[in-house]
């Protein structure tokens, strides 16, 4: 059983920066991707971004060149760092854990960040 626990939402204003973070526990496989998903109301889930054991990173060109995605091996750990947020970027947020081999996936339960002045 597998296990994802997210952390750092909240609201910001416009320019601001948030961090997230999300703890994957339990029996994790080796070659796995980890990565952020967002939904905002009214509208369909999207990616964020993805990294895969090797650091091998994708992101969506909405958040190119604003956002980094980075994760702890050894942790089982991925973050998020978010930089000139913009209202925009307003959704939950949703940490997810790949299997490619088995093509199987695990989300946490989201994390809610509002970007409003």
């Known amino acids: 059983h597998v296990q994802l626990v997210e952390s750092g939402g909240g609201l910001v204003q416009p320019g601001g920066a948030l961090r997230l973070s999300c703890a994957a526990s339990?029996?994790?496989?080796?070659?796995?991707?980890m990565g952020w998903y967002r939904q905002a109301p009214g509208k369909q889930r999207e990616l964020v971004a993805t990294i895969t054991r090797d650091s091998s990173t994708n992101y969506a060109d909405s958040v190119k060149g604003r956002f980094t995605i980075s994760r702890d091996n050894a942790k089982n750990t991925v973050y998020l760092q978010m930089n000139s947020l913009k209202p925009e970027d307003t959704a939950v947020y949703y940490c997810?854990?790949?299997?490619?081999?088995?093509?199987?996936?695990?989300w946490g339960q989201g994390t809610q960040v509002t970007v409003s002045s």
């Open positions: 997810n854990l790949h299997y490619p081999i088995y093509g199987y996936d695990y």
């Open positions: 339990g029996s994790i496989l080796s070659i796995n991707r």
